[in-house]
């Protein structure tokens, strides 16, 4: 199992007001939404 850790990170205001909307239409949370995120850039830069 992979270990988690935290950290923090600066965004634009307007992008994570942003972001907290499409979280809320999609039921789930921003944390959730970056790590979805972050593991499809990975492994798609990775594939290439």
């Keep these: 199992m992979a270990s988690t850790v935290r950290f923090t990170a600066a965004v634009d ?3 994570l007001r942003r972001a907290k909307i499409i979280a809320a239409k999609a039921d ?7 790590k979805t995120e972050l ?8 594939a290439t």
């Design 39 to 46: 593991r499809y850039l990975v492994e798609t830069f990775e």
């Design 13 to 15: 205001r307007d992008l």
């Design 28 to 34: 789930t949370s921003v944390n959730a939404l970056f």
